[in-house]
């Protein structure tokens, strides 16, 4: 395969020791293991050939549900996002204005407790009633996001599944 520059590409491996750090994903902390990337040694670009993106996604997610740490701006987004859901439509479901919603997905405001347990569950009803009920009767996660330290998050590709780290 070759670049737009012209110049043919190269296929290498990202494995647990090189790792492809997930940007397009909208999160910073994200890295895929035992995928291809195509590179381009002329103008440096990079295009990781990504297989089964929505369950990709839907491990990422689950991820974040789970995280012992409160969610961060972008990790609210990208749940937004997974979920299907308008930035309307989650802010009137989690009962802000969509411009706070706005401000706490651009990391303006700081994620409360309640916000951070509100989207969770929220995203979670959307594809499992038993996951929200789960995530509503746990206890509030009480320290901003702001003053954690985000983990790395590694999800490899491992006999065509899709499976994080056992950090998640
Ligand atoms: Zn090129």
Not at 77 to 105: C, D, M, N, Y
Not at 133 to 142: G, N, S, T
């Amino acid at each position: 395969m070759r670049c737009e520059c012209g110049s043919q590409m190269v296929a290498t491996e990202a494995t647990s020791d090189s790792p492809y750090l997930y940007t397009l994903s909208g999160l910073k902390n994200v890295f895929l293991c035992n995928i291809m990337i195509r590179r381009c040694l002329h103008c440096k670009i990079e295009s990781p050939i990504i297989p089964a993106i929505g369950e990709l996604h839907e491990v990422i997610a689950e991820c974040l549900l789970r995280q012992p740490i409160s969610l961060s701006a972008s990790e609210i987004r990208f749940l937004r996002k997974h979920a299907g859901l308008k930035a309307k439509e989650l802010a009137k479901r989690i009962g802000v204005t969509a411009s706070t919603l706005s401000r706490l997905e651009n990391g303006k405001m700081p994620i409360t407790p309640s916000a951070d347990k509100l989207v969770r569950a929220t995203v979670a009803a959307e594809k499992n009633a038993a996951r929200a009920q789960e995530i509503l009767r746990r206890e509030a996660l009480l320290k901003d996001a702001r003053t954690r330290i985000h983990a790395r998050l590694n999800i490899e590709r491992i006999r065509d599944r899709w499976t994080a780290a056992a950090n998640c």
